[in-house]
């Protein structure tokens, strides 16, 4: 099993809907879950974190996070074209100290007019 | 408040040949992270830097290399390039050891090996 894991896509939703990106973690000992966004040939931005369960909202992005289910996901309402980029999924895992991110593979979404 | 500079952005090399990245932390930040990033992957963890000495490290070879300097600014040294070191690598600095507060990446260096 990988450490973190994402559906690779590519999620194709139409302007206005509501985006789901999934992630799932291995390790259960990890306390924060971060989401970025990386537009094609850019480095990963940073746009949500977690640390509790339950749901957070920023904005247009909402974070929800199940600790007993090892599951954290991105919602995106109201999807717009510039929304189109990967989303990566990272944790720092106990183990080493929460010294490092493990990324997922990321998600491509694609918001289509 | 300046956030993280690498240089350079992009470089081309050839193989067998060693390259050195740098990268330049927030003001105020005492460790660096270094990840590389090949297509269509995420980015892994390739060491960490804390006031100095080495903080960590994942799955690469001694061919990897680093150095972080009293102003908090690092290096990544890699010596006898091979075609699949071509991949993306960024740089984070962050305060403290931990990452369970996240960080932001520069703008990151793109090398090729031909």
């Known amino acids: 099993q990988k450490e973190v894991e994402q559906n690779s896509g590519p999620l194709s939703v139409p302007e206005g809907a509501i985006a789901s990106l999934n992630c799932t973690y291995s390790d259960r000992g990890s306390q924060s879950f971060f989401w970025y966004r990386q537009y094609s040939g850019k480095s990963p931005e940073l746009i949500m974190f977690i640390y509790s369960n339950g749901d957070k909202e920023d904005g247009r992005f909402t974070a929800q996070l199940n600790k007993a289910s090892q599951y954290v996901s991105l919602l995106i309402r109201d999807s717009q074209p510039s929304d189109s980029a990967t989303y990566l999924c990272?944790?720092?895992?106990?183990?080493?100290?929460?010294?490092?991110?493990?990324f997922g593979a990321g998600t491509r979404l694609a918001v289509h007019p | 408040e300046t956030g993280v500079t690498q240089s350079p952005t992009h470089l081309i090399k050839t193989r067998g040949q060693q390259v050195t990245l740098r990268c330049s932390s927030q003001?105020?930040?005492?460790?660096v992270s270094w990840y590389q990033q090949a297509l269509g992957q995420g980015p892994q963890f390739i060491f960490q830097?804390?006031?100095?000495?080495?903080?960590g490290r994942g799955n690469f070879p001694p061919r990897f290399s680093g150095l972080q300097f009293p102003n908090y600014s690092s290096e990544l040294n890699v010596n006898a390039l091979e075609l699949d070191d071509s991949a993306l690598y960024l740089c984070?600095?962050?305060?403290?050891?931990?990452?369970?507060?996240?960080?932001?990446f520069g703008s990151g260096t793109r090398l090729t090996v031909v």
């Open positions: 830097y804390y006031r100095e000495e080495e903080n």
């Open positions: 984070a600095s962050s305060t403290g050891q931990s990452t369970n507060y996240g960080y932001t």
């Open positions: 990272a944790v720092p895992p106990r183990s080493g100290g929460y010294n490092k991110l493990i």
């Open positions: 003001s105020g930040h005492n460790t």
